[in-house]
């Protein structure tokens, strides 16, 4: 086989230049492809509930009919004046 002459040796790294970077964008398209996919299937990931809010309805009423009656001694006082 004969050496290229210098027109056709850079018609050659044109070709191949162009076919790297075609490659190139088809794994790029090819990641972003897989990362949609994995996002499609996955179930979404919901917060914990933490403290009162994973507290049963039941638990919460009978915190909450408390009230203040433990913090300043048996709810609120009226600031009416008699």
């Given at each position: 086989m004969t050496d290229p002459n210098p027109q056709e040796a850079a018609v050659l790294t044109s070709i191949r230049e162009l076919n790297r970077q075609w490659v190139d964008a088809l794994k790029a398209e090819r990641t972003k492809?897989?990362?949609?996919?994995?996002?499609?299937?996955?179930?979404?990931?919901?917060?914990?509930?933490?403290?009162f809010a994973a507290m049963s309805p039941e638990k919460q009423r009978e915190i909450a009919s408390k009230g203040g009656?433990?913090?300043?001694?048996?709810g609120r006082k009226s600031t009416r004046l008699v």
């Open positions: 492809n897989r990362w949609r996919m994995r996002m499609a299937t996955e179930p979404a990931k919901v917060a914990a509930k933490r403290g009656k433990a913090s300043h001694g048996g």
